[in-house]
């Protein structure tokens, strides 16, 4: 069973920030969190992942709370392109064997 | 990051029969995984493919269903044998890349199977 658990969808708003709330209260002290998202009819992309620190790159950042227990994806500044399914991912660096959940389906409308 | 393609990109077929389908990536890399993503489901593992090794199946999908070759680097292929209804799914081939030293994985564009 997937370790993470997200709201099944989510509206944002065109061009605002959309926040994607992930609880993983029961992490590991060695496992990561991963963010990947699926645009229909796609393969899975990777975004993002981090440990214990707040991470940024070019498509998001991610908030992990001091006590890792849940975090946040966040979209800057939403597009119409950003319209997918979201899924939380915790698992070990050196463990590949991510676990899927069923995601949050983010649908940004104009 | 590493490209990957996948063949064929949807098929459909008759029950009984079998497919392979074929994943290229655009560089080496030792870690390629095999998915499969039922209708309106999530990504479940099928299997890890290293290669010069035989493949480690996750639970409830075995090498008589599910063989997968992995002969070089850059290619491996997962065959859907003795086909069902069942089995229509969408099959995801991803790989580790290497080169980044992180462990993030990149995904094919999918396999639509619909068996009839």
């Known amino acids: 069973d997937a370790k993470t658990t997200q709201p099944p969808s989510m509206d944002c708003a065109e061009g605002r920030a959309a926040n994607l709330p992930c609880n993983h209260s029961?992490?590991?002290?060695?496992?990561?969190v991963y963010w990947y998202r699926q645009i229909h009819s796609q393969g899975p992309q990777y975004i993002i992942h981090?440990?214990?620190?707040?991470e940024t790159n070019e498509m998001a950042s991610l908030i992990i709370t001091e006590d890792r227990k849940s975090s946040t994806l966040i979209l800057p500044h939403a597009t119409l392109r950003d319209t997918a399914v979201y899924y939380c991912?915790?698992?070990?660096?050196?463990?590949?064997?991510?676990?899927w959940g069923a995601g949050t389906k983010l649908i940004i409308k104009p | 990051s590493a490209v990957i393609s996948q063949k064929p990109s949807r098929d459909i077929c008759q029950r009984g029969t079998s497919l392979t389908i074929q994943c290229q990536v655009d560089?080496?890399?030792?870690?390629m995984f095999w998915y499969r993503q039922q209708p309106g489901q999530s990504l479940t593992l099928i299997a890890t493919?290293?290669?010069?090794?035989?493949?480690?199946?996750e639970s409830g999908f075995v090498i008589d269903k599910f063989p997968i070759s992995r002969p070089n680097l850059t290619f491996s292929t997962l065959t859907v044998s003795n086909m069902s209804p069942e089995d229509s799914s969408i099959y995801l081939c991803?790989?580790?890349?290497?080169?980044?030293?992180?462990?993030?994985?990149?995904f094919g564009p999918g396999t639509r199977l619909t068996v009839t």
């Open positions: 991803s790989v580790e890349d290497d080169d980044r030293g992180t462990y993030e994985q990149y």
């Open positions: 560089s080496q890399v030792t870690m």
């Open positions: 493919a290293n290669q010069g090794s035989e493949a480690t199946y």
């Open positions: 029961t992490i590991s002290g060695n496992e990561y």
């Open positions: 981090g440990l214990k620190n707040n």
């Open positions: 991912i915790v698992a070990l660096d050196s463990n590949y064997q991510l676990i």
